[in-house]
């Protein structure tokens, strides 16, 4: 995770430290795309998932900061598939083109959740401009894998989850879908409304690979970078 510790935004589901713009720990690190990149190659890794918090403190929203590390890790280990998952960057599409621009194999940014829960699980977010950024994202670079992912267990109905995998193919043009269990990490964050059976997760599998996604990985522990790499090797085996 990059461009700092702490976030600016504060998402319900979210145990991430949130902080004011000005303190020391806000600081770009101008080191930390080369850091990120030796320290991925002295780790051997064949695949590399870049995220970070929200910085919507900064003019960029940390895009350049971003594609600056995707660059490096590429130069560092050219055979390694890379992956961005990327903040919404204030729906500002030309800071999502610049880290589009740096190349990465795969492009995620989470929906997180059905629009109608945005008022209490995302509240400084926008469901439309997170389809808007997916939607460009693949038009921008159509040879990249474009990825989203969402939570259930906080309320959604079955209803729900299945008008957001629709938004996410036809409105989003994404590629694959992650649908995985929220789990409450601390006593400040949402309560968990349900434990989904793994019966239902099967259902909203088949009824997403019905849409015409290439992949849809659904479970109780399925995360948006749970097997990511296993995740891209399917998706990109079922565009041949």
Sequence with gaps: ???????????GFCSVPKGLPGKHEFELDPAEPANVARQAAAMGLRYVVITSVNRDDLPDGGSRHFAATIRAVRESLPAATVEALTPDFQGDLSAV???LDAGPH???HNIETAPRLYPRVRPQANYQQSLD???FAKQH??????KSGFMVGLGET???VRAVLRDLRERGHADVATIGQYLQPTRRNLPV???VPPAE???????GESLGFRMVFSGPFVRSSYMADLVAHEAGRASE
């Design 201 to 207: 997760f099967d259902e909203w599998r088949r009824f």
């Design 141 to 146: 670079r159509p040879g990249a894998i474009v």
């Design 193 to 195: 409304m349900k434990y």
């Design 158 to 160: 079955g209803d729900d």
């Design 97 to 99: 083109a610049c880290v």
């Design 133 to 135: 950024v997916l939607r």
């Design 1 to 11: 995770m990059i461009l700092g510790n702490l976030c600016t935004r504060g998402c």
């Design 106 to 108: 795969v492009f995620n």
